[in-house]
């Protein structure tokens, strides 16, 4: 009998681990992280200020999906290249010099780059919520020749407490820099 208590012990034991461990991974579907390749070159490279000026936002665009809760005020420069992210290409072509500006349609909760990606250095607010245009922003300037790959991700914006779909969405290409 003392021998079924201490089965029946381990059994309880493992199920409990079991539990922790599937809470901390389904704790972890709402978290973002970094997605992407590449290297930023060199020791660090600063990044670049969009023309407009940053102010800590509301959070206004964490609500529509954005990673980031800056608000741009003015308005950026033009971009020499940009890229909708619902209609998004194998390849994107650019030259060096060039603005690149990806737009993610509002409606998931998007993650993207965060830091300078091979030869595209990447202008803060990385992810910021542009209303004017329902969607989230991340702008590149082309700093050399070359390709990099660029990675997002879009999950869906779920109210706390409520049943969510859990399903990642990857929208990945390639920015090449002649």
């Not at 420069?77 to 390849?91: E, P, R, S």
Request: aromatic share 8%; hydrophobic share 35%.
């Amino acid at each position: 009998m003392n021998k079924h208590q201490r089965k029946g012990f381990s059994w309880r034991f493992a199920a409990i681990l079991f539990s922790f461990g599937l809470l901390f991974v389904l704790a972890a579907c709402g978290s973002t992280t970094s997605s992407g390749t590449g290297s930023s070159g060199g020791g660090g490279v600063p990044t670049v200020q969009p023309s407009p000026t940053s102010v800590n936002g509301s959070g206004s665009g964490i609500s529509n999906g954005c990673p980031s809760t800056t608000a741009v005020t003015g308005t950026p420069a033009k971009a020499n290249v940009t890229v909708q992210g619902n209609t998004v290409k194998d390849t994107v072509t650019a030259h060096s010099g060039d603005i690149i500006q990806v737009d993610m349609p509002f409606g998931q909760k998007w993650n993207g780059p965060t830091a300078s990606l091979g030869v595209l250095q990447l202008q803060d607010p990385a992810g910021y919520a542009v209303q004017s245009d329902h969607a989230c922003v991340w702008r590149f300037q082309a700093k050399a020749t070359g390709s990099t790959l660029l990675v997002f991700t879009g999950r869906a914006i779920c109210a706390p407490g409520k049943m969510c779909p859990l399903y990642v969405q990857s929208v990945s290409f390639t920015v090449d820099v002649k």
